[in-house]
């Protein structure tokens, strides 16, 4: 951290980077507020983008606080790297929560659902590193099993091609897109929610082969061929553990940024 700026009961960490656009993020579990602007920036201006928009700030920071008093249960449900990985333990699929049962024989590692159970069998020596690895890599195969006829649907309606794409497990964002190589990673635990939403960031993301910045015509975009876009956002933004991003649409200075790693918000 650089600096910091205090707009009433607001505090903003402010940090100078190698970054051609500013970036706003709100943090769980309380709402930690975050700056990173390009060097050639000036503290003025950060402070006016702040204040700009300091109602999504409020309201994101309110969402999160409100979540950090859930129940244990609760929240726990939505942060897998806490998971034990043993009998009785709820994990969701889909959407859909299904409790866990272990069998341990000495055989290759499985998974398969069985009404309201996600049946895991691993070998008798498997703890819960290997447990987690197992249930990840579950996790991928159904998402790699599910893009495809995604992209069979919205490439010809966005008249975009997509050459590859990856599914692996990302702390931050739900998605992200590199489009110099027409290539999408999508994280893992897309798998865990509804089918829609697995949907909206595929969308999301193809988007972004047609403009790589989150502005005004990317929204338009959205817009067009995705009228209820913001519904997915918010529900995947209220989730706890995920970094919320700023609203698309506001770009306030520098060159359209090249989409790496800042998907999916």
């Given amino acids: 951290m650089e600096c910091q700026i205090t707009l009433g009961d607001v505090t903003v960490e402010v940090v100078r980077k190698r970054v051609k656009n500013i970036n706003l993020t709100v943090h769980p579990p309380l709402g930690r507020v975050r700056i990173s602007a390009p060097r050639r920036v000036s503290l003025d201006t950060i402070r006016a983008f702040a204040i700009s928009r300091l109602d999504w700030i409020r309201k994101h920071q ?8 859930e129940t244990p249960r609760d929240a726990f449900r939505d942060r897998p790297r806490e998971y034990e990985y043993v009998d009785r333990e709820g994990h969701d699929v889909w959407g859909k929560r299904y409790l866990l049962a272990v069998s341990e024989r000495d055989a290759p590692s499985s998974i398969r659902l069985n009404q309201d159970e996600m049946m895991l069998q691993v070998r008798p020596a498997a703890g819960r590193d290997r447990r987690r690895a ?33 599914v692996r497990r990302m702390k931050t964002r739900w998605g992200s897109c590199t489009p110099s190589a027409r290539t999408i990673r999508l994280n893992t635990a897309l798998g865990t929610k509804p089918p829609g939403l697995l949907e909206y960031i595929v969308v999301h993301e193809l988007v972004h082969l047609l403009e790589p910045s989150h502005n005004a015509r990317f929204v338009a975009l959205m817009d ?14 209220r989730e706890p553990g995920r970094e919320l991003v700023r609203e698309p649409g506001r770009e306030p200075i520098g060159d359209p940024v090249r989409r790496e790693e800042r998907g999916g918000d």
């Fill in 62 to 69: 309110a969402l999160m606080r409100e979540q950090a008093r």
């Fill in 134 to 166: 197992v249930i990840e890599a579950w996790y991928r195969e159904q998402i790699r099993a599910a893009v495809p006829p995604l992209l069979a649907r919205w490439e010809p309606r966005l008249g975009v091609k997509l050459e590859r794409f990856q």
């Fill in 224 to 237: 067009r061929y995705m009228p209820d876009w913001r519904a997915h956002r918010d529900a995947l933004n």
